[in-house]
């Protein structure tokens, strides 16, 4: 007897053959809901997903929808979704900041509360599993033309080295002309510091000590209190603050920058708190002491973190006062000074070594910054990295520590113009820092120029990169829906399944325990091709499932009982019925990623021992390639089908 097709697969070839007939009778219309019913079904097809991958929306409450400018995973396996006042200036005026944990395991939201808007802050994994936000924003920018009173710096003095002087937000300043100028913040200015030396005379007799005393010093940004160019001044001169008495008046007052009618950028905060993923709550910690907006957060290999660049507390690009956190003490502490656009990648590498691919999410000049190089924390020297290609293109672009992590290669990919440009390019370049003299070479191109693409190392030792835009924030609809592999040995792209949500600016992509990727995040600067209606936040979630997870899902390596702590040899043993399908093992560090940027994620390749039922894993024991935390441990089968992943703490 011959086939027939089943009940579904009739309905199915009814429908198709139905739109065929009203393509007939309405063509245009009717074609277009063909093709898109036509897709629909294809990629639903499992021969499809097990070939690219398949893509689904997440159904997220309404109380719980945000706008994601930062992403991280956490060791408890959940998803600290951070938007602070998420770009939205009437938020920021309201003082309401919003982080969302998010539990892909069933698919469950908690509202954090979030003491400080952390929008465009930088973070970094800690060793102890907590995650460390620093920076962001202090006040919202105003465009040429939208200025109507002076503002500028004004650099506190206190001379007394007896007593800090509190200045309340409000506090007037007046010039020697008469000028009143008020302070945006609270500020704190430090006593002044008394020194005593000793002094001889010529006979070699002791004399009385010499006192000095050297004023304390802060920062706070002033405005006119009238409007107009009246207010304007770029000549240094001291100012009286109003409202002291006696010697306090006497010995702080105020010494002016330049204030001006000019463009007023996003100002940095200082504030620095740790996130505590089993309480589930952030935790105050010491400031910094630079504000910062747009700094990158990037652990070193003794587990300290190292705060670089960023706009400061008067809308400034920092020049390079960079700073270090200790998470024992929970205080900063200088680091070496070198100057970055801000949200510089800086990837840890051998010896200690941060390595600058370029990418930078945007603030600073054309000509500063923008060179590739092996930087060493500890001389604080920079060697030039030669060979990248459209090395003007860097702005936006992606880059990571390609897997495994032991290979010691950089990848960057795409990137455009220095700020509001609409050049983008397809270029992907890799350099291999373990040569002598270390230089790019050119990978395979993108499909098309592109900006803002998301970048995920999958335990397969594959890049899964999506979306992105061609222009600037995605302008003239240049949103790029497509996805596709990257395979360091073939050093090819091979196609994955497009998306369906758009993403560009402000979006964010990391692996997840379970082996799939998540998508958050987009913050086009228009909605339609003509760049005349402005853009919303797309707060839509999108999961890819990976096609080896379609192909070998249900017969996936697992992984049983064993230990989340490594012995003194660097192992670590976990039960599994079949080990003999296992075939590789790989440490993987959990992402925190903002504006294409990610320093965290990474992938060790280790020691892999078999038994008749269990697993044993050895870590290497470089911090410099393995810096402390937690990791999650996959193993994957000859297919590079993953296990879920186990949580493993290092150091």
């Known amino acids: 007897m011959a086939n027939r097709p089943s009940k579904k697969t009739r309905k199915t070839l009814l429908g198709i053959t139905g739109i065929a007939v009203l393509a007939g009778l309405n063509a245009p219309a009717a074609l277009g809901l063909a093709g898109e019913t036509y897709h629909a079904y294809t990629i639903s097809r499992p021969s499809y997903q097990a070939a690219y991958g398949s893509w689904k929306q997440i159904d997220i409450p309404r109380a719980y929808r945000t706008n994601a400018i930062h992403a991280a995973l956490l060791h408890t396996g959940k998803v600290l979704i951070v938007a602070g006042s998420g770009n939205e200036q009437r938020k920021f005026d309201k003082g309401s900041f919003d ?14 509360p979030t003491p400080d808007d952390f929008f465009c802050s930088g973070h970094a994994q800690l060793p102890d599993g907590s995650m460390l936000v620093a920076g962001g924003t202090a006040r919202y920018e105003q465009l040429d033309g939208e200025v109507r009173r002076a503002g500028g710096g004004m650099r506190v003095k206190n001379e007394n080295p007896d007593k800090d002087i509190v200045l309340k937000k409000g506090t007037v300043f007046r010039s020697p002309a008469g000028v009143t100028y008020a302070s945006r913040f609270d500020v704190t200015v430090p006593r002044a510091r008394r020194d005593q030396t000793a002094t001889y005379d010529r006979a070699g007799v002791m004399q009385p000590w010499r006192t000095t005393v050297t004023a304390g010093e802060a920062r706070v940004f002033v405005e006119a209190t009238e409007t107009g160019p009246l207010a304007v001044t770029g000549t240094p001169a001291q100012y009286e603050i109003a409202g002291l008495r006696g010697a306090d008046a006497d010995n702080t007052y105020g010494l002016s920058e330049k204030i001006t009618l000019d463009k007023q950028d996003f100002q940095g905060i200082r504030a620095a708190y740790e996130f505590d993923p089993r309480a589930e709550k952030y935790i105050p910690v010491d400031p910094m002491d630079k504000a910062r907006w747009y700094p990158t957060l990037v652990g070193l290999d003794d587990g300290r973190v190292l705060a670089v660049s960023g706009l400061d507390d008067v809308g400034t690009i920092d020049p390079g006062d960079n700073e270090i956190y200790d998470p024992r003490t929970k205080k900063w502490s200088p680091g070496p000074k070198r100057y970055f656009p801000t949200y510089p990648a800086l990837f840890l590498t ?41 090395a003007d293109e860097t702005e936006t672009s992606a880059s990571l520590l390609l897997p495994p992590a032991q290979d010691q290669k950089v990848m960057i990919l795409g990137g455009g113009g220095v700020g509001e440009s609409k050049r983008s390019t397809p270029r992907t370049a890799v350099v291999d820092l373990k040569k002598d003299n270390p230089t790019f070479e050119d990978g395979p191109d993108l499909p098309q120029g592109t900006r803002y693409l998301n970048s995920v190392i999958m335990p397969d030792d594959t890049v899964f990169t999506t979306n992105g835009s061609q222009d600037y924030r995605g302008r003239s609809a240049s949103n790029i829906l497509k996805a596709q592999f990257y395979d360091p040995k073939a050093n090819a792209f091979r196609e994955a399944a497009s998306p369906a949500v758009g993403r560009n600016y402000h979006s964010e992509a990391l692996l997840l325990p379970d082996g799939r990727v998540a998508t958050f995040g987009s913050d086009p600067l228009f909605d339609d091709r003509r760049n005349t209606k402005l853009g919303h936040f797309e707060q839509r979630m999108e999961i890819y499932t990976p096609p080896a997870l379609h192909r070998n899902g249900k017969n996936r390596p697992a992984l049983g009982e064993g230990t989340d702590r490594l012995d003194k ?26 504006h294409t940027t990610d320093v965290e994620q990474r992938s060790i390749e280790l020691g892999l021992t078999k038994t008749g039922n269990s697993v044993t894993v050895e870590v290497p024991k470089d911090p410099a390639l393995v810096p402390p935390g937690w990791y999650m441990l996959f193993v994957t089968d000859a297919q590079g089908t993953p296990s879920e992943a186990k949580w493993v703490r290092v150091g």
């Not at 982080?99 to 954090?112: A, H, R, S």
């Not at 603030?363 to 590739?372: I, K």
């Open 99 to 112: 982080t969302v944990l998010w539990d892909p395991g069933n698919d469950t939201f908690k509202k954090i």
């Open 350 to 390: 051998r010896g200690g070594k941060l390595f600058y691919p370029a990418s930078n999410a945007g603030y600073g000049p054309a000509d500063q910054g923008r060179d590739p190089g092996l930087w060493d924390p500890r001389t604080n020297t920079f060697e030039k990295v030669p060979g990248l290609r459209d």
């Open 569 to 594: 040899d660097g192992r670590a043993t976990f039960a599994t019925d079949h080990p003999e399908r296992v075939t590789k093992a790989r440490l993987m560090r959990p992402s925190a990623v903002t």
